[in-house]
């Protein structure tokens, strides 16, 4: 009885031993993993922020040889990158819309962003973008938003 007994413990003591050191051998890559996760969590920087411009809305007439023919209402919001350019962008905003309504009219005149009578929305932003580059630098204008597009037949 006691040869069982004795078999039995140094048995338990075996496998006891051996999930013991299953256990930690299998716990130090799930905490090596999971501290890697969170070295990956800090490392990740937050989201960039972003300010916005509202402008107020342009109002375009389209001519042709018969006259006015539309009118074109925009409402542009101007991304920048910091509030620091946004109150530059704030100050210079009449000169951006009077640099968006010398170069829009022309445009617009010509048709050459309306196809088949319906604005190519997407060429605009790209226009704007590039006029408000030139009035304020290019590295301060991240995008030109678009929040109103609105063409009335005369």
Do not use: C, W
Not at 89 to 100: F, G, H, Q, T, W
């Amino acid at each position: 009885m006691n040869k069982k007994l004795l078999l039995s413990l140094v048995a338990f003591i075996m496998l006891g031993g051996g999930a013991a050191a299953a256990y930690f051998l299998m716990q130090k890559p799930a905490i090596a993993a999971l501290e890697e996760g969170e070295i990956a969590k800090e490392e990740k920087t937050e989201p960039e922020s972003f300010e916005f411009v509202e402008l107020d809305p342009l109002i375009l007439p389209i001519v042709d040889k018969k006259g006015v023919t539309q009118v074109i209402s925009l409402v542009v919001v101007i991304e920048v990158p910091d509030v620091a350019i946004k109150e530059e962008v704030e100050r210079l905003s009449p000169r951006i819309k009077d640099a968006y309504i010398r170069d829009m009219y022309g445009v617009l005149n010509d048709r050459a962003f309306i196809k088949g009578g319906v604005l190519e929305v997407e060429m605009i932003k790209k226009r704007l973008k590039k006029v408000s580059s030139e009035v304020v630098g290019d590295d301060k204008i991240r995008d030109v938003l678009l929040q109103f597009v609105k063409q009335k037949p005369i």
